[in-house]
């Protein structure tokens, strides 16, 4: 064979490797590039069923914290919120007020009109007592006719005001059941927290001075009833 088909050949070897090493590079990268994308796409659903699993979790917080007739906080979710507001206290050196509020004839309520009735009173009250708080200020059922509210970075020396609004709000908006309104009234009563303070002293001091203020009548307080001279 002569030289120069020698060279040609071996030329057009040389590019055929070069062309194979071309495409094996090319292959190579695609390859890269599609795992980089599958990997892409499997963080992007691990994310999304992290996200879910996370509003999952936050629903069923929720859910065990929330009462379910009133919508508001249950005793759980109020006490994780107080001793949140006390850890708070005790950095910052605010003060603010442990109230609970216990409905008034409630038992008549149920008696005369049923349980359906009773069940509409309270979340009534409780929507109420939602109305006129502030957003800081956390509102609960403890049970039954019993329900907490925490005033957060609240005065002191303006706590019988405050209460007393609520009380006056609490009779001036009464429940209109089948048409007829039925007048609401509750005892209210209140402890002060600090930078030092446990939980059970400040509900039992709330407690007692919501019983104290209930068997002394303060306020002219008047059982709930049905208001048969109302419009």
């Not at 509003?55 to 859910?63: H, T």
């Not at 939602?130 to 609240?154: K, N, W, Y």
């Amino acid at each position: 064979m002569e030289k120069s088909q020698i060279e040609f050949l071996t030329e057009l070897a040389e590019e055929f490797q070069q062309q194979t090493a071309i495409n094996n590079r090319a292959t190579e990268e695609s390859e890269q590039s599609d795992a980089l994308s599958t990997l892409v796409d499997l963080a992007r659903d691990m994310q999304a069923r992290l996200d879910q699993q996370q509003n999952r979790i936050r629903q069923l917080e929720l859910m065990v914290e929330t009462d379910e007739l009133t919508g508001l906080y249950n005793r759980r979710g109020f006490m994780r919120r107080t001793r949140e507001a006390l850890a708070r206290s005790a950095r910052s050196g605010e003060k603010g007020l442990m109230v609970i509020a216990d409905l008034d004839g409630f038992k008549q309520v149920n008696d005369e009109h049923g349980h359906a009735a009773g069940d509409a009173v309270l979340r009534h009250f409780g929507q109420n007592l939602r109305t006129h708080t502030r957003a800081d200020d956390f509102v609960a059922r403890f049970g039954g006719d019993e329900f907490a509210i925490l005033m957060t970075g609240s005065d002191p020396d303006a706590a019988e005001k405050r209460l007393k609004q609520l009380q006056q709000a609490t009779a001036r908006f009464p429940l209109i059941w089948h048409g007829t309104p039925l007048r609401i009234q509750a005892s209210f009563g209140f402890s002060v927290y600090t930078t030092k303070n446990d939980i059970s002293d400040l509900i039992s001091d709330a407690d007692k001075d919501m019983y104290k203020n209930k068997h002394a009548g303060r306020n002219n307080q008047k059982p709930a009833q049905t208001d048969h001279n109302a419009a």
